[in-house]
Each structure stands twice: as C-alpha cells, then as structure tokens.
T-cell receptor, first 115, second 112 residues
C-alpha cells in the first residue's frame, strides 16, 4: 500500500491563480480531510469528507473547495490564491475499526508559496 | 467553540532527562489522539485514548487521559535524540466525529 499520496510536493503561485492539490489513498478509508499547517498554529481543518459524495467545512474553509467523487481521491482547489494561503497542506485519511480506533494517516504534504 | 491548548510550546531537554507535555480542552472530549511530527515531515499517529483516567505506555512514552476527559499528558522518560520533533494532541467531542481539533504542538529539542 502506498498509503496517502499528495501531489505536488512544492508549488509557487502568483496571487489570483488557481490550482488543485491532489490527494489519494489506497486504504479504502471513508473519511478524508485537508489541513493546513502554519508556524505556531498546529494543524487547522479546512474541509473533510465522510464518504464519496459527502463533504463538509472545517475550521478554515474560505478560499478552498473540495469534492469527493470516489473513495480514493479528495482534491483541494484554491479558487484565487492569496498570500495568506502560503502554508503546508496535509491530506489525511482515517479508518474506523469496530473497536472505535480512529487512526489518521497523513500524506507527505504540499508546500505552497503564494507571491 | 472547542479549544485545545498545549503547553509548553517549546521544550529543551538534556538527553537522558524526563519531560511532560500537557493538552487541555475547553470541552469534554470523546477521545484524544497524540501525533509526532519530525522536522520537515508529516504527523504520525502515536496513540488514542478514549476512557476517563486511561493510561497507556509505549516504551518510554506514557500517555494519560484525565478523569474529566478534558486534559491529557504525554510523559517521556530518559529522552533520546530520536525524540526530537513536535508532539501534537488532537481531540474531538462526541457530536463532532468528523472533526479533530489539534493543539499548537510542543516542539522538543534534545541536547546530547
């Protein structure tokens, strides 16, 4: 299993440009999420999905869109990039075993710089 | 809304010493998780606690969930250079199973 994969690893955008961060998992997890990580602020939830066709907003959703057409893929779209969106973005997927274990598996991250 | 606070923000430890990092929530949690992130890496799941007063150990790491399920701690004994990284707690409430709130993390530096 590759686990959770993210592309690209690095990206530089100009203000106003749009782009899509890709995330895929091969563990058949129903739950997937996107976080952004900024210095001193931990990880903040952007959007999450509890299954194909179902998405919901997290803590900081403004400026981002998501969709979940398949179990495997959960892309994050930046509609019009702003310097405030400079961050490291992590995708995560989560299993939920019968005993309530909710282990989250994180991808390697995408480092985004918006000029 | 739910707030998860972690202290200290930084922890400078001499190799061989013990230290503890604390996680406090403004609301009662259904479970709490701990993650470790090495410099330049991604968060890696360490453990999950769900029961009031629960204590779990992983070699030199001891995790505890408070009786009121509003706080947790991670204690590391005999710190090694491999313990370098940032430790995050993440909690969720019963009615928010889709959302884990992360603390800001404790960055641990180990001096040989």
């Amino acid at each position: 299993n590759a686990g959770v994969t993210q592309t690209p690893k690095f990206q530089v955008l100009k203000t106003g440009q749009s782009m899509t961060l890709q995330c895929a998992q091969d563990m058949n997890h129903e739950y997937m999420s996107w976080y952004r990580q900024d210095p001193g602020m931990g990880l903040r939830l952007i959007h999450y999905s509890v299954g194909a066709g179902i998405t919901d907003q997290g803590e900081v959703p403004n400026g981002y869109n998501v969709s979940r057409s398949t179990t495997e893929d959960f892309p994050l779209r930046l509609l019009s990039a702003a310097p405030s969106q400079t961050s490291v973005y992590f995708c995560a997927s989560r299993e939920r075993t019968g005993r309530g274990q909710e282990t989250q598996y994180f991808g390697p991250g995408t480092r985004l710089l918006v000029l | 809304g739910q707030q998860v606070m972690q202290i200290p923000q930084y922890q400078h430890v001499q190799e061989g010493e013990d230290f503890t990092t604390y996680c406090n929530s403004s609301t009662t949690l259904s479970n709490i998780q701990w993650y470790k992130q090495r410099p330049g890496g991604h968060p890696v799941f360490l453990i999950q606690l769900v029961k009031s007063g629960e204590v779990k150990k992983q070699k030199r790491l001891t995790f505890q969930f408070g009786e009121a399920k509003k706080n947790s701690s991670l204690h590391i004994t005999a710190t090694q250079t491999t313990d370098v990284g940032t430790y995050f707690c993440a909690g969720r409430t019963t009615d928010s199973w889709g959302k884990f709130q992360f603390g800001a993390g404790t960055q641990v530096v180990v001096t040989p």
